[in-house]
C-alpha cells in the first residue's frame, strides 16, 4: 500500500489549458513537499505546504493543503512546454526521511 | 554555489557484475542522501547519513549493496553483485542541519542511470 497516491499517473495536454494533478493520503501529514523533475534531472523543490487548508502560489502554480490534512493539490493555469515533468509529492516520516508518490508524469504540447 | 554533483551519469553493465557511484555533495551539507528511483516511479529512499554516521539505511538491500562517506564529504555507492532488478536512476541529495522552523529541503543531483543487461 503506497503511503502517497498521485493522481492522474499521465498527463497530456495542449499549451495554455490547465490542470489539476492530485496527493492523497490514508494518514494526517504534517507537511508535504512538492516537487518537479526534468528528464535527465533530479527533482527540485517546488514548494513546502504544513497549514491544513493552505493555499501558495508560484507563478501561474496554486498549490493547495487540504482542511484534513490528507490530501494536496497542484493547480497550473495556462500550461506551459516549460512546465512539462514529473511532479511529486513528499512528506517526511521518520527522522528527516522523504517519501515520495509515484508522480504524475506532464506533458504539455506546443 | 555548486549543486550536488554525481558520477558517472550513465553505467551500463551486465548482471553479477560491480559498479560504484560517486556523489560530491553542497559544500557544508551535513546530510547526505542515496535515492533508486526506478522507471515510473518515486524516488525511494536508501541510505541516509549525517556527516560521516549512518542515519538510516533501513530500506538499503544490504546483501548487495554498501555504501560510505569516509570524511563526512563526499560518498560512494556500490552494487556487488547487480541484478536486473537494479536497472535505475540513482539519485544523490544533500541538505543541511536542519535547525528549529527551518525548511527540510533537500537539494539532489542529476542522477546516474544504471542500466543492468
Known amino acids: 500500500t503506497q503511503l502517497l497516491e498521485q493522481s492522474p499517473q499521465f498527463l497530456s495536454i495542449q499549451e495554455g489549458e490547465n490542470l489539476t494533478v492530485y496527493c492523497n493520503s490514508s494518514s494526517v501529514f504534517s507537511s508535504l513537499q512538492w516537487y518537479r523533475q526534468e528528464p535527465g534531472e533530479g527533482p527540485v523543490l517546488l514548494v513546502t505546504?504544513?497549514?491544513?487548508?493552505e493555499v501558495k502560489k508560484l507563478k501561474r502554480l496554486t498549490f493547495q493543503f487540504g482542511d484534513a490534512r490528507k490530501d494536496s493539490s497542484l493547480h497550473i493555469t495556462a500550461a506551459q512546454p516549460g512546465d512539462t515533468g514529473l511532479y511529486l509529492c513528499?512528506?517526511?516520516?521518520?527522522?528527516?526521511?522523504?517519501?515520495f508518490g509515484e508522480g504524475t508524469q506532464l506533458t504539455v504540447n506546443p | 554555489e555548486a549543486g550536488v554533483a554525481q558520477s558517472p551519469r550513465y553505467k551500463i553493465i551486465e548482471k553479477r557484475q560491480s559498479v560504484a557511484f560517486w556523489c560530491n555533495p553542497i559544500s557544508g551539507h551535513a546530510t547526505l542522501y542515496w535515492y533508486q528511483q526506478i522507471l515510473g516511479q518515486g524516488p525511494k529512499l536508501l541510505i541516509q547519513?549525517?556527516?560521516?554516521?549512518?542515519?538510516?539505511d533501513s530500506q538499503l538491500p544490504k546483501d548487495r549493496f554498501s555504501a560510505e562517506r569516509l570524511k563526512g564529504v563526499d560518498s560512494t555507492l556500490k552494487i556487488q553483485p547487480a541484478k536486473l532488478e537494479d536497472s535505475a536512476v540513482y539519485l544523490c541529495?544533500?541538505?543541511?542541519?536542519?535547525?528549529?522552523?527551518?525548511?527540510?529541503?533537500?537539494?539532489f543531483g542529476p542522477g546516474t542511470r544504471l542500466t543492468v543487461t
Open positions: 505546504v504544513v497549514t491544513g487548508g
Open positions: 541529495a544533500s541538505s543541511p542541519l536542519r535547525r528549529a522552523g527551518a525548511s527540510y529541503e533537500q537539494y
Open positions: 513528499a512528506l517526511k516520516t521518520s527522522g528527516s526521511r522523504l517519501t
Open positions: 547519513f549525517q556527516n560521516n554516521g549512518v542515519v538510516d
